[in-house]
């Protein structure tokens, strides 16, 4: 099942639509597989690349996963960006 959901971009409502998206991220895919990105961002041995390449197997694209390492461990954006 392919379905797209549009997230407001402006920067004042930045937070809250992580929020929304972190929840869509978690309610699509579920707790294990949740966690298990999770895990790998927190330790920071991979780059923001390999998590983005990383959800896209179970289905989750844009802006949750950008959500979802600005969350826990946003050096990781920063270090992609200095590439």
Do not use: C, W
């Not at 930045?14 to 949740?34: I, S």
Request: proline share 4%; glycine share 4%.
């Amino acid at each position: 099942m392919h379905y797209y959901i549009h997230y407001d971009e402006s920067e004042s409502a930045e937070k809250k639509v992580d929020r929304k998206a972190l929840n869509d991220f978690l309610r699509y895919t579920g707790k294990r597989p949740f966690k298990t990105l999770v895990q790998h961002i927190k330790q920071g041995t991979e780059n923001a690349e390999s998590i983005r390449f990383a959800a896209s197997f179970v289905g989750v694209q844009g802006r949750p996963v950008t959500a979802l390492i600005r969350r826990y461990n946003p050096t990781l954006l920063k270090r992609d960006q200095n590439r």
